[in-house]
C-alpha cells in the first residue's frame, strides 16, 4: 500500500530537549516536505527536499532542521524545541517535483512542548 | 503577499441539502487550485486539479469548478460521510520549490 508514514504520531515534551520526527514514504518519490498546521493559520511549509541531498526552507524554517540521506526519508529535527513549536506536522511526498500540486500526506504527529 | 481564502470558515447542512464552498485566491498567473479533504486526525487527502478558467472537475457528490478570481466546491445530495475539511490551495512556484498555499479549509458537517 502507498504510504507515507510519520513517527511518532503524538509526543509530549520539554522545552530544550532534542527530538526528530521521522518520515518515510513508499512510492519512490524525489519531493518531500514538511507542513505544520495550526489553528487559524492553516498549513505552512517548514521545509522541503526535491532530491536526495537537496534542501530548502519553506515558509516557517526557524527552529526546525531536516536532512534527506535516502530517497524514501526524511525527518524533521528540533535542536531545541520551544513552546511555539507545539503543533500538527504533516510530512507529505510528490512525484515531479511537487510541481503537479497533488501531495502525499502522512497521518500527522501532534507535538507539545512543555 | 498570495493568499488564499476560503468560505465560508463552517458549513452545517442536512443530509440532502445542496450547497458551494468557496475558496478566492490573489496569486497571478496560476499554476493550479488544488481541493483537498481531511478527515479528523488525518492527514489531507488529494481530491482535485484545476487549472484553467472554466475548468470542472467532478467525483461522486463533489464537483469542482474555477473561475479567474475564485473557485467553487459545490457539494450535491451531500451525506454524513461527507462531513470533513476540505482545504483549497494554490500551487506557487519559486526558483526550485513548488509550494502549496493553503488556505484555512471549510469545516462541512452534514447532519443525518
Known amino acids: 500500500e502507498a504510504q507515507v508514514t510519520q513517527n511518532p504520531r503524538y509526543l509530549i515534551t520539554v522545552t530544550g530537549k532534542k527530538l526528530t520526527v521521522t518520515c518515510s514514504q513508499n512510492m519512490n518519490h524525489e519531493y518531500m516536505s514538511w507542513y505544520r498546521q495550526d489553528p487559524g493559520l492553516g498549513l505552512r511549509q517548514i521545509y522541503y527536499s526535491m532530491n536526495v541531498e537537496v534542501t530548502d526552507k519553506g515558509d516557517v524554517p526557524e527552529g526546525y532542521k531536516v536532512s534527506r540521506k535516502e530517497k524514501r526519508n526524511f525527518p524533521l529535527i528540533l535542536e531545541s524545541p520551544s513552546p511555539n513549536q507545539t503543533s500538527l506536522y504533516f510530512c507529505?511526498?510528490?512525484?515531479?517535483?511537487?510541481?503537479?500540486?497533488?501531495?502525499?500526506f502522512g497521518e500527522g504527529s501532534r507535538l507539545t512542548v512543555l | 503577499e498570495d493568499q488564499v481564502t476560503q468560505s465560508p470558515e463552517a458549513l452545517r447542512l442536512q443530509e440532502g441539502e445542496s450547497s458551494s464552498l468557496n475558496c478566492s485566491y490573489t496569486?497571478?498567473?496560476?499554476?493550479?487550485l488544488f481541493w483537498y479533504r481531511q478527515d479528523p486526525g488525518k492527514g489531507p487527502e488529494f481530491l482535485f486539479t484545476l487549472y484553467s478558467a472554466g475548468e470542472e472537475k467532478e467525483k461522486e457528490r463533489l464537483k469542482a469548478t474555477l473561475t479567474k478570481k475564485e473557485s467553487f466546491l459545490h457539494i450535491t445530495a451531500p451525506k454524513p460521510e461527507d462531513s470533513a475539511t476540505y482545504l483549497c490551495a494554490e500551487l506557487y512556484s519559486g526558483g526550485s520549490n513548488y509550494k502549496l498555499t493553503f488556505g484555512k479549509g471549510t469545516l462541512l458537517t452534514v447532519n443525518p
Open positions: 507529505a511526498s510528490s512525484i515531479a517535483g511537487g510541481r503537479t500540486g497533488e501531495l502525499f
Open positions: 496569486v497571478s498567473g496560476l499554476r493550479g
